[in-house]
């Protein structure tokens, strides 16, 4: 199976991303996001205990929106504007399945892992996030009134940069920019579906209460960036709701 995808840029950072702030776009950039053969071929697999899919994409884009880091204000807030990127190539794998060991456990994994170049100046594209994978083993009760979910996620170090000249301000004058190191998580839920139309779910998120960061949330920061210290991921934290539907 194949497929066109639609075009695109960077997402850019999440407003709620500690200490960050946007500038508007650089004066006079024409900012068109134009895709040049995109394409995902898909092959898939599915028995009667288990599924797989696998999918391979190779994209290019003329104009791709990529978000550049300037520096921090006087007040010490990160500061970042998107800039047009005139020949971009992203390229990766994703893949997924899941097999089920015994009446009731199941157990489900994904990785995906991409690479970003910047054509118009030889330079990878450090947008792109590092290699991921999760795994779940999942257990269901009887008619799945109740079940438990145990998953890890893990996230491979940020390695593929542009070198220190090219990154400029990206890394706020640093010498050396934020590499963030893998990680791996646990993280345990359980639900309980006590009539038709009430279930309580409770989930004990980031187990072993790791410190960590995503990518997405420190690009640009330098290796020193006091910063960093704000825009870890929580530790051990719990969460537990109550859902009721009716019709």
């Known amino acids: 199976m194949a497929g066109l995808l639609p075009g695109g840029g960077d997402p850019g950072a999440d407003p709620g991303t500690p200490g960050s702030g946007h500038r508007p776009p650089v004066a006079g950039l024409r900012l068109p996001v134009?895709?040049?053969?995109?394409?995902?071929?898909?092959?898939?697999?599915?028995?009667?205990?288990?599924?797989?899919?696998v999918a391979l994409f190779y994209n290019r884009y003329c104009g791709f929106i990529e978000r550049t880091t300037l520096g921090t204000d006087p007040a010490g807030v990160h500061l970042?504007?998107?800039?047009?990127?005139?020949?971009?190539?992203?390229?990766?794998?994703?893949?997924n399945g899941s097999v089920g060991l015994c009446p009731g456990l199941r157990f489900q994994g994904s990785a995906a892992w991409a690479q970003g170049d910047n054509l118009s100046s030889g330079q990878p594209l450090g947008s792109v996030a590092p290699f991921k994978a999760v795994a779940a083993l999942r257990f269901r009760g009887f008619r799945e009134a109740w079940?438990?979910?145990l998953v890890w996620t893990g996230v491979a170090r940020?390695?593929?940069?542009?070198?220190?000249?090219?990154?400029?301000?990206?890394?706020?004058?640093?010498a050396t920019p934020f590499?963030?190191?893998?990680?791996?998580?646990?993280?345990?839920?359980?639900f309980a579906q006590l009539a038709p139309n009430l279930k309580v779910t409770l989930g004990v998120f980031?187990?072993?209460d790791?410190?960590?960061?995503n990518w997405e949330d420190v690009r640009g920061f330098g290796a020193a960036d006091p910063g960093?210290?704000?825009?870890t991921q929580p530790g051990r934290n719990v969460s537990a709701t109550v859902a009721m539907s009716w019709s």
């Open 34 to 53: 134009q895709p040049e053969h995109p394409g995902r071929p898909v092959p898939e697999g599915e028995g009667r205990d288990w599924t797989s899919a």
């Open 80 to 95: 970042f504007q998107y800039q047009n990127v005139q020949k971009v190539r992203i390229l990766g794998a994703e893949a």
């Open 147 to 149: 079940g438990t979910d």
């Open 158 to 174: 940020k390695t593929r940069l542009p070198p220190p000249d090219a990154l400029q301000a990206e890394s706020f004058g640093a």
């Open 179 to 190: 590499r963030a190191p893998g990680y791996g998580v646990l993280d345990a839920l359980a």
């Open 206 to 208: 980031n187990l072993l």
């Open 210 to 213: 790791q410190t960590y960061w």
């Open 228 to 231: 960093l210290a704000r825009a």
